[in-house]
């Protein structure tokens, strides 16, 4: 979850200044990067009650890890809560982006069965360390942002 975070919040620092409202913007955008974990009894976003009803129907990694999925939530979204679309699908397509690095993969397209895998493993040194070069990369620009506004 921290590594998705920091990736999120470097998304936000990109995007910040081109959104009408940057806090509702970050919040979706964060909120959003860690969803698909839903359907982990394993990840804090699937430790509770409604992400034990999603386990029920959706295995780790399957259709709720899917470009598919977020690409519907998208569209659902784009009829009733424009102004969420774009952040949601940000933060929710990083995830699956950063999970298609790792060695379990993600299937992009399901109900395809290809599947888009990395070399990486799931909270080995290689990931704390792209979480590292993250929150670095993340402290670094919002101190270029604060002293560009001084």
């Known amino acids: 979850i921290k590594t998705h975070l ?4 470097f998304a936000i620092i990109l995007f910040y200044p081109l ?23 394993f990840s804090k976003a699937g430790n509770n009650k409604v992400g ?6 959706a295995k780790h990694r399957g259709f709720i890890h899917s470009l598919t999925f977020c690409l519907a939530v998208s ?9 969420i679309v774009f952040a949601f699908f940000l933060g929710y397509s990083l995830h699956l982006i950063a999970d298609s690095f790792t060695k379990m993969g993600v299937t992009p397209f399901w109900p395809y069965s290809g599947q888009a895998r990395g070399v990486i493993n799931t909270g080995g040194v290689v990931e704390k360390g792209i979480f590292f070069v993250f929150v670095l990369v ?8 604060l002293f560009k506004g001084m």
């Open 138 to 145: 993340d402290i670094i620009l919002v101190g270029v942002n």
């Open 52 to 57: 034990r009803v999603v386990q029920v129907f």
């Open 19 to 41: 959104v009408n409202n940057p806090i509702v913007f970050s919040v979706i955008v964060l909120l959003a990067s860690v969803l698909p974990d839903i359907d982990s009894p």
């Open 6 to 9: 920091a990736i999120a919040v």
């Open 75 to 83: 569209v659902f979204f784009s009829f009733f809560l424009t102004k």
